[in-house]
């Protein structure tokens, strides 16, 4: 047990300062680096914003996040070996095997109901971008810029 919290120690360190840990499983993650499948063991941890896979290497650290809002689905199934996980998220199957610690059915309950939704960030991002469009259209109607200069701050302003 003192691994899982190990890592989730590491894995704070990484998250955003308004993130909290809800739920965390620890396995072996399948990916795949320099075109190769490969197994990474890390954990996954349900934050009340994403998913993030944390995982130690050698020298250094693995680190993928994965937004509610593009995790499409997720299912969980047990093997001789111990739990799995899998989920697709932006048209990507990610999966972990072997689990032996962390709550699955907590973790996968706590996931599957936040499927598909923006967290607060997200939205806040969002809203904030809105609300400077909006600002910027009433300089442009005022005559205070123009059309050019509108433009240019839209697409600075969505990127």
Same mark, same amino acid.
């Given at each position: ?6 890592? @989730? ?8 300062? $308004?993130? #909290? %840990?809800?739920? *965390?499983? +620890? /396995?072996? &993650? ?32 693995? @680190? ?8 499409? $689905?997720? #299912? %969980?199934?047990? *093997?001789? +070996? /111990?739990? &799995? ?42 809203? $904030? ?31």
């Amino acid at each position: 047990m003192a691994k899982i919290d190990k890592l @989730l120690k590491k894995a704070r360190e990484h998250l955003e300062p $308004s993130e #909290e %840990m809800l739920s *965390s499983v +620890m /396995g072996a &993650y399948e990916t795949k680096s320099l075109g190769q499948k490969t197994v990474r063991n890390g954990v996954f941890i349900a934050t009340n914003h994403r998913v993030v896979f944390y995982g130690k290497r050698l020298s250094g650290y693995d @680190l993928e996040v994965f937004p509610y809002s593009n995790i499409s $689905s997720i #299912e %969980m199934g047990k *093997s001789m +070996m /111990g739990h &799995y996980i899998s989920f697709f998220a932006s048209g990507n199957k990610v999966k972990m095997k072997w689990i032996n610690h962390g709550d699955v059915e907590g973790f996968i309950s706590l996931v599957r109901n936040r499927i598909g939704k923006k967290s607060e960030s997200e939205k806040n991002v969002l809203t $904030s971008e809105a609300d400077e469009l909006k600002k910027y259209a009433e300089l442009r109607d005022q005559g205070i810029i123009t059309e050019e200069e509108f433009a240019k701050k839209k697409k600075q302003i969505l990127g």
